[in-house]
Each structure stands twice: as C-alpha cells, then as structure tokens.
C-alpha cells in the first residue's frame, strides 16, 4: 500500500511536527505528545482533556481551542496515550478550577486515563472523568467491556467544551458530558479494511463486494457481513437500529461522519438517506454534521451518530468553536 509517510516508527512525530506549523494557535509538545490551547491555562475554566490512539483524525488534537478541547494525548496508532501525558495535559490547562477527562471506552484509554487521574490528584488537580459509550453495534468486544466509544466523542467534547468556555464548575460540565453522552447512539458501517503504516496492508479481510455492518474504529468486527447495499439500504439498516437504541423524544443532532476513506460526495448523498429516514420515523433534525470527524485511517465506510437535544445542549453546541476542524461562530 501507499502512503504518504517517511517510516512508520516517526508517523506521529511527523504529523504533530505538520500541525505545529499550520496551527501556530496550539501548542504542540511533539517530543511528549500533547497538544494544547495556546492560551491555557485560562483562568477560572475548568479544563477539557481528552485523547486517543492516531489514526482517528481530526479526533483529538484537531479538536483543541475555544469550545471545545483545553488539549489531547495522541497515542501511537490505534494505541492509548500513557499517564504520563495525560498528567502533563491536566497540568498544563489546570486554573484551579478542576479538569475533566474525556474518555473513549476502550480498555487501554481507560486503565491509562484512571491511572492518569489518580497522579494528578497527587499533584492537587481536581480531576472528573467521563465514559463515552455510545455504538449500539455490539456490547463488549476486542477492546472493549460494555458498548465502544465513538461519534458520540465529538459531541460529549464540543458541548462539555462550550459549557467550559462559558465558566461553568467542573461539577456541572461532568454533569453535561455525562448527559450528552447518555442521549447518544452511533452505528459504522466498513466497506474496506484499514490499512496501519506498522503492517503497510489491511488489517482484516473483508472480500469484494461485501460490507461489514457495525465495524469500530479500530476495524473490530460488528454484528454481521452482508452482500454490498446501496447507501438507501445501509441509511435503513444504520438509522433503525440507532434510532430504536435511543428512542429519542426530542430533536437530535446528526454526525453523518466518513471513516476516512469515503469522499463527501458520497457523504452527502449518505445524509439525504439518513435524513429520509429521520423524516418516516418522525424524529426531528436540530442540526447537522457531515464530514470526516471520527475516522479509521483510510478505511471507506461511515458512521451515523443521534445527539437527543433539549434547549440547553443545542445552546451548547451552537456556541463558538474555534479549532483546527471544527469552527463556527465569532
């Protein structure tokens, strides 16, 4: 396979050194990992930190600044940061006003974030956590006990973010994350293998002219392998088994988001599906994202992920964002 890197071992190092220079708003450790808020600590805000293995760009470091993130711990790819780092982002964002960690259920992400958490409490940070665990596609897994975190990581970071930005006690911040995150479902859908710059091929066999239906990010396997289906038939399949999951009795939010292979064209044609469906199951549409958000490297797929909403979150996720792929208001 081709691609565009120097040598696997430095594919990280060579990113961070790429998004230090187009993003000079950050502040990019590359030799510890951590990416930063060029003004932190802000004082008086709690801090946001979250984090993850590469390879799920613009998750997580492209997610750091006003509204949303104070900063990510990129791990190696598909590899959970150590403590270390994640230490190193609390303090480097602690105002004294406490940080929140944001955390994809998954088991490395979580033993290191726990671990994480109890070393900056011994340097006195005040520090909440909070499990994102919103895919419907199957509970417990190669990485997992209980559900995977996925597009919902988008929506728990933007809204507990703009919740931050506004001065709200990490008591109420956690309480949000924790609300947004329990008012969200997800289901993916592959229809290539991910190719890792360690292996240089694809890391599962998924033949032509097949798909997998509820794949994670990583490329764990899902409910089941079908013949291909037009995108009308997977908006059916994805939308129906997320939307009686949640049950939502309010609008939603929708993330049409790509895997990191699929163009938007396709995308976009994918979220005329997911609308019609919204539309014949009577749940209202808010507001919408389309786009490469929560990715696998360069697998071709997607994912579909349902916010409920109530006048607050909506507030929330209205407000300003100001990062290096998400970006409106102001």
Same mark, same amino acid.
């Given at each position: 396979?081709?691609?565009?890197?120097?040598?696997?071992?430095?594919?990280?190092?060579?990113?961070?050194?790429?998004?230090?220079?187009?993003?000079?708003?950050?502040?990019?450790?590359?030799?510890?990992?951590?990416?930063?808020?060029?003004?932190?600590?802000?004082?008086? =805000?709690?801090?946001?930190?979250?984090?993850?293995?590469?390879?799920?760009?613009?998750?997580?470091?492209?997610?750091? !600044?006003?509204?949303?993130? $104070?900063?990510?711990? &990129?791990?190696? *790819?598909?590899?959970?940061? @150590?403590?270390?780092?994640? *230490?190193?982002?609390?303090?480097?964002?602690?105002?004294?006003?406490?940080? /929140?960690? @944001?955390? =994809? #259920?998954?088991?490395?992400?979580?033993?290191?974030?726990?671990?994480?958490?109890?070393?900056?409490?011994?340097?006195?940070?005040?520090?909440? =956590? @909070?499990?994102?665990?919103?895919?419907?596609?199957?509970?417990?897994?190669?990485?997992?006990?209980?559900?995977?975190?996925? !597009?919902?990581?988008?929506? +728990?970071?933007?809204?507990? !973010?703009?919740?931050?930005?506004?001065?709200?006690? /990490?008591?109420?911040?956690?309480?949000?994350?924790?609300?947004?995150?329990?008012?969200?479902?997800?289901?993916?859908?592959?229809?290539?293998?991910?190719?890792? &710059?360690?292996?240089? $091929?694809?890391?599962?066999?998924?033949?032509?002219?097949?798909?997998?239906?509820?794949?994670?990010?990583?490329?764990?396997?899902?409910?089941?392998?079908?013949?291909?289906?037009?995108?009308?038939?997977?908006?059916?399949?994805?939308?129906?088994?997320?939307?009686?999951?949640?049950? &939502?009795?309010? &609008? +939603?939010?929708? /993330?049409?988001?790509?895997?990191?292979?699929?163009?938007?064209?396709?995308?976009?044609?994918?979220?005329?599906?997911?609308?019609?469906?919204?539309?014949?199951? !009577?749940?209202?549409?808010?507001?919408?994202? @389309?786009? #490469?958000?929560?990715?696998?490297?360069?697998?071709?797929?997607? $994912?579909?992920?349902?916010?409920?909403?109530?006048?607050?979150?909506?507030?929330?996720?209205?407000?300003?964002?100001?990062?290096?792929?998400?970006?409106?208001?102001?």
């Amino acid at each position: 396979m081709k691609m565009l890197i120097n040598v696997p071992e430095t594919v990280v190092a060579d990113a961070l050194r790429g998004m230090a220079a187009a993003h000079p708003e950050l502040s990019v450790d590359v030799a510890n990992r951590v990416v930063v808020r060029g003004d932190a600590p802000v004082a008086g =805000k709690v801090g946001v930190v979250s984090g993850g293995g590469s390879g799920h760009e613009p998750l997580h470091g492209g997610f750091v !600044g006003p509204g949303m993130l $104070s900063a990510a711990c &990129p791990g190696e *790819v598909f590899t959970s940061p @150590v403590p270390d780092q994640m *230490v190193r982002a609390a303090a480097a964002v602690d105002s004294g006003a406490g940080v /929140l960690f @944001v955390v =994809k #259920n998954y088991t490395g992400d979580v033993l290191n974030f726990d671990m994480a958490a109890e070393l900056a409490e011994d340097e006195g940070i005040q520090v909440a =956590k @909070v499990l994102v665990n919103d895919d419907v596609a199957v509970t417990d897994s190669l990485y997992t006990a209980g559900r995977r975190g996925t !597009g919902a990581t988008l929506f +728990v970071e933007k809204l507990a !973010g703009a919740a931050a930005e506004e001065g709200a006690p /990490l008591e109420r911040v956690e309480a949000i994350a924790r609300r947004v995150n329990d008012r969200s479902r997800s289901f993916g859908v592959a229809l290539s293998a991910v190719t890792t &710059p360690a292996k240089g $091929s694809p890391t599962f066999d998924l033949p032509e002219g097949e798909l997998e239906l509820g794949i994670g990010i990583h490329g764990e396997p899902g409910r089941e392998r079908r013949a291909m289906m037009t995108s009308r038939e997977i908006a059916d399949f994805a939308v129906h088994t997320v939307v009686e999951d949640l049950r &939502p009795s309010s &609008p +939603v939010i929708v /993330l049409v988001n790509g895997m990191g292979g699929t163009p938007l064209l396709e995308l976009y044609g994918f979220n005329a599906e997911v609308q019609r469906v919204l539309t014949e199951r !009577g749940v209202p549409v808010a507001r919408t994202l @389309v786009g #490469n958000y929560v990715t696998s490297l360069d697998m071709a797929g997607c $994912s579909v992920t349902l916010c409920q909403v109530d006048e607050e979150l909506l507030r929330l996720w209205d407000a300003p964002v100001q990062t290096a792929a998400l970006r409106w208001g102001r």
